[in-house]
């Protein structure tokens, strides 16, 4: 497997590719990172983004993996496009590090693009706290249950609870009215409840496989975005894993999704896995 992740000098990006060590970690892949320089930059500009990647290459190297620096010149998405299918990339990893003016992390960005763009997988990491080390005790899976890529998703579950010894916790949140729900007893509650296991019960299955501790946690509410925003809050998480599986998902995301809400508003470093 090979991964590349792009960075641009900027604290955001540096922790970034610090995550990335954990997935090259678990996959036994080569791990490319990549800056992509403007034409006109400076010879000073030039030197620090050199001297960056040196520097994360010294501490991959140190940590035992197969990494390699690159740097481009010219458009970042088109030059990481070209990069990408030169070198049969598997998967990208980009930060989404400044949210626009409309207060929203993808629309837009770099992170966008390249998801529509590359045929390969796309990761794209809000972190919150950027002079913090990473440390990503707790990690929140907000997960639908449709079953879609539980093998990819566990992959990168398995990373970071092996790289860090995290503790797991799979979120499903079953929709329902206020109306509706207030009208539910017990016994109906209970049933909710079941059902929506089965839901997450093969995500959970692919998770103990590999030996990985997970704690199940099922609500109902009348909106996903923001009990998944609330459980982050409450019960300070390090990390949320969120997925992006289709391209109409990507497009619902530049229009206001509750992805890019939870992006926006959550207090903690979020992943958005985009698999393709």
């Excluded at 900027?10 to 954990?22: G, K």
């Excluded at 997960?143 to 093998?151: A, L, N, Q």
């Excluded at 949320?240 to 289709?246: K, L, M, P, W």
Aim: charged residues 30%; hydrophobic residues 40%.
């Amino acid at each position: 497997m090979k991964i590349l992740t792009a960075i641009d000098g900027s604290f955001h990006a540096n922790i970034t590719a610090r995550y990335s060590f954990a997935l090259a970690k678990i996959f036994k892949a080569k791990l490319f990172i990549a800056t992509v320089l403007n034409k006109n930059i400076s010879d000073k500009n030039e030197n620090d983004a050199e001297n960056n990647i040196e520097k994360i290459l010294h501490e991959g190297r140190e940590q035992g993996l197969n990494i390699e620096g690159i740097i481009m010149t010219g458009d970042v998405v088109g030059s990481i496009a070209e990069f990408v299918k030169n070198n049969s990339i598997d998967i990208v990893i980009s930060s989404t590090r400044r949210p626009h003016k409309e207060n929203r992390f993808i629309v837009k960005s770099i992170t966008s693009r390249l998801m529509y763009k590359l045929p390969c997988s796309v990761i794209g990491l809000k972190i919150s706290h950027p002079g913090r080390s990473i440390n990503p005790n707790k990690i929140l899976i907000p997960v639908i249950g449709d079953g879609y890529m539980d093998k990819e998703r566990a992959d990168i579950a398995e990373a970071f609870s092996k790289e860090y010894n995290s503790r797991i916790t799979v979120f499903h949140v079953v929709e329902l009215k206020d109306s509706l729900t207030k009208k539910l007893d017990r016994r109906e509650l209970e049933l909710i409840t079941v059902s929506a296991e089965r839901h997450v019960s093969t995500f959970i299955e692919e998770l103990k496989k590999r030996g990985i501790s997970v704690t199940e946690k099922i609500v109902t509410g009348k909106n996903a975005r923001e009990e998944i925003i609330s459980e982050a809050s409450h019960h300070k998480y390090d990390l949320i894993i969120a997925g992006a599986t289709t391209r109409n998902i990507i497009k619902r995301i530049v229009s206001g999704n509750p992805v890019e809400e939870i992006l926006r508003d959550t207090p903690c470093d979020v992943m958005l896995v985009h698999f393709k």
